[in-house]
């Protein structure tokens, strides 16, 4: 079993910046990708960014330019750096990571989310 836990999330305004951290723990063999993704209220949930392990990223749309991921493979975290935000990036943003754990088996684990939201 993995566990993700998320951190950095707040309020902010418009133009500022934040940090997102998020974790992963338990029975890892390797994490393949990582990444985050977010849900605004009434919409689906959408790819923010996701990066693997090797550093390759694809960022959403809405987001390039202003967001860069990164991570540490040895702490197996992963960091999302947020810029020039705007109101329309509020919501709740939700870690993955993908992978193998100790015996071989494939797993996908979220974490439980952190609201992010900025202001006008």
């Known amino acids: 079993q993995v566990q993700l836990v998320e951190s950095g999330g707040g309020l902010v305004q418009a133009g500022g910046s934040l940090r997102l951290s998020c974790s992963a723990s338990?029975?890892?063999?390797?994490?393949?990708?990582m990444g985050w993704y977010r849900q605004a209220p009434g919409k689906r949930r959408e790819l923010v960014a996701a990066i693997t392990s090797v550093g390759s990223t694809n960022y959403g749309d809405s987001v390039k330019g202003r967001f860069t991921i990164s991570r540490d493979n040895a702490k197996n975290t992963v960091y999302l750096q947020m810029n020039s935000l705007k109101p329309e990036d509020t919501a709740v943003y939700y870690c993955l990571a993908e992978g193998l754990v100790n015996g071989g088996r494939d797993f996908g684990s979220w974490g439980q989310g952190t609201q992010v939201t900025v202001s006008s």
């Open positions: 338990g029975s890892i063999f390797s994490i393949n990708a």
